[in-house]
């Protein structure tokens, strides 16, 4: 990985983690082989992260920063809230696509020997947007009179299980299986059964 000079040392050493990620599924990334991709010594890496685990939660950081920064415009554009769903899904999709080392962390595959609360932190980031998709079907409940064949819990967890899905088949496909390759045709058969006409 040629990195930049100019960068900031700490997004050289979160741009080389992510890239021997990607470069090496499946592995466990040692400091020393951070350190070395870097061109640093592990002295230098730890004057910028305390330990791996801190590299880690500042991939974690930018993951989170992305999808909700985006999120929260896709809720505040004017369409209705199955759109807004799909939109929501398909950067979550897109994003894991264009950062394919950094997907490992969301699927674990990456978190393997780490501290659990790397796992945590990652759970905490679908909880989080799972309340985020719950909140937008329950206001189109109210607002917009929408009825789902099933509860608001059950209908976001489909939807939200189905991309994690992708993502997984992403990253056990050595990055093969694109995770937004069909999703936009597959999305309406998904929903069809979601909303219940009334009379």
């Known amino acids: 990985m040629n990195t930049n000079n100019k960068k900031p ?7 080389a983690l ?5 470069a090496s599924p499946g592995a466990r990334i040692t400091t020393a082989a951070l350190a070395k991709e870097v061109g640093v010594s592990e002295a230098a890496l730890y004057r910028h992260f305390p330990s791996k685990s801190k590299m880690f939660e500042g991939l974690i ?5 992305t999808i ?3 999120v929260s415009i896709i809720t ?11 939109k929501i899904l398909h950067l979550l999709l897109a994003f894991s696509e264009r950062n394919p080392g950094i997907t490992r962390i969301l699927t674990g595959d ?12 990652v759970s905490q980031l679908f909880d989080r947007l799972e309340t ?10 109210i607002r917009d009179g929408m009825h789902f064949g099933l509860s608001v819990a059950a209908t976001v967890n489909l939807m939200l299980v189905s991309a994690e899905g992708k993502i997984a ?5 050595d990055f093969k299986k694109l995770p937004t390759e069909s999703w936009q045709e597959q999305w309406p058969y998904l929903v069809r059964g979601f909303v219940v006409e009334t009379a």
């Open 132 to 141: 985020q998709l719950k909140q937008i079907l329950r206001d189109a409940e």
């Open 9 to 15: 040392r700490r997004q050289q050493i979160l741009e």
């Open 68 to 70: 909700f920064t985006r």
């Open 76 to 86: 505040a554009e004017p369409i209705d809230a199955l759109e807004r769903c799909q």
């Open 61 to 65: 950081e930018f993951i989170e920063e």
């Open 169 to 173: 088949q992403f990253v056990r496909s």
């Open 110 to 121: 990456a978190l393997a020997g780490e501290t659990e609360r790397l796992r945590t932190r």
């Open 18 to 22: 992510a890239s021997m990620l990607e």
